[in-house]
């Protein structure tokens, strides 16, 4: 499994927002993000925070971060 596979399932599993400290438990580089980021697969919510671009943007779910 490649790391690009590896975030887009840890985006499942996580209601479609991902932590860029997820990454580092996982031992993947933080340039993944802005490669999904460049594709438009994710965006930037927040400072370390990313997102699929479907996904609702709730406050509230996003500070509990």
Known sequence: MTNIEKIRNMLEQNNGIIK???LNKENIARHYLNLLQ???EIVKLDRGIY???DV???EMYIYKF
């Open 20 to 22: 860029s400290e997820d």
């Open 38 to 40: 460049e594709n438009g």
């Open 51 to 53: 997102a699929r671009p």
């Open 56 to 58: 609702w943007e709730d």
